[in-house]
């Protein structure tokens, strides 16, 4: 089962950017579908794959920062090929 996982990761704190830096460069080194924005990261692939990936990522950039809140948003489809139709 393939899913679409969009990410925002806010850390509460001064000096953020190392840790966001840090988080999508781990992430961008995995072999899945990764798209940055300037708002979020978007990963792409197998559940199993994205889900194992994220549980140790997740765990590590929580440990780099002090406070912080992600949010994440797991659509059941991959939805990397999207083009809007209008």
């Known amino acids: 089962m ?4 969009e990410l925002t ?30 708002l979020s990261t978007q990963i792409y ?3 199993d794959e994205v889900m194992a990936l994220l549980t140790i990522e997740i765990k590590e950039v929580f440990q780099l920062i002090e ?3 992600l949010h994440i948003k797991i659509v059941k489809s991959d939805r990397y090929d999207y ?4």
């Open 2 to 5: 393939n899913i679409s996982v």
């Open 9 to 38: 990761l806010t850390p509460l704190q001064d000096d953020y950017e190392p840790a966001i830096i840090h988080f999508i460069k781990k992430l961008r080194s995995s072999n899945l579908k990764v798209l940055e924005n300037p």
């Open 45 to 47: 692939g197998n559940y």
């Open 83 to 86: 083009e809007p139709h209008f």
């Open 67 to 69: 406070r912080g809140l």
